[in-house]
């Protein structure tokens, strides 16, 4: 069984920074590919925000690139989101996500709020 533990969030004013963090139990963390995922209140889905693949490639979505960045440390079992030039429209409940792959069933975490003030 996998669980996914986020921890960071918090109230910040815009132009502040916050990291998120991501730590997994269970095996083989290296391997898979790691997303951070967002929903923003009032919003019914979550948007991908940024992925770290098992080689360390990231994507980002539009919305954070060059604010975000993703990373990760496979000797922790911890994914990372270094949040920076926040924003109010960053505000959301920030999840964890492992997609299914391998034959694995896909794993959220609970999320995490980071609420940015204006």
């Known amino acids: 069984q996998v669980q996914l533990v986020e921890s960071g969030g918090g109230l910040v004013q815009a132009g502040g920074s916050l990291r998120l963090s991501c730590a997994a139990s269970?095996?083989?963390?290296?391997?898979?590919?790691m997303d951070w995922y967002r929903q923003a209140p009032g919003k019914q889905q979550r948007e991908l925000v940024a992925?770290?693949?098992?080689?360390?490639?990231?994507n980002y979505a539009d919305s954070v690139k060059g604010r975000f960045t993703i990373s990760r440390d496979n000797a922790k079992n911890t994914v990372y989101l270094q949040m920076n030039s926040l924003k109010p429209e960053d505000t959301a409940v920030y999840y964890c996500?492992?997609?299914?792959?391998?034959?694995?069933?896909?794993?959220w975490g609970q999320g995490t709020q980071v609420t940015v003030s204006s």
């Open positions: 992925r770290i693949s098992s080689g360390g490639s990231t």
């Open positions: 996500h492992r997609a299914a792959s391998f034959g694995n069933p896909a794993y």
């Open positions: 269970g095996r083989g963390f290296s391997i898979f590919a």
